[in-house]
């Protein structure tokens, strides 16, 4: 089994649910930045993604 990035909107300190995994770091900051939009009516900037990079981590994937 191989490594999956993931990003939870928790450890960004929200209170909601979402995670985003992919094997992709750049998929899944298309994931994010469409739920940051999407559900938080965030604007994407570059402090938004230096803030989802600094939350990423690895997991083991699980089939």
Do not use: P
Not at 18 to 47: C, P, T, W, Y
């Amino acid at each position: 089994m191989g490594k999956v990035k993931v990003v939870r909107c928790s450890d960004a300190g929200l209170d909601c649910s979402f995670v985003g995994r992919s094997e992709s770091e750049e998929e899944l900051l298309n994931q994010v930045a469409k739920h940051a939009k999407e559900a938080h009516g965030m604007e994407i900037n570059d402090e938004l993604i230096q803030k989802v990079r600094s939350i990423m981590h690895e997991e083991e994937h699980v089939s």
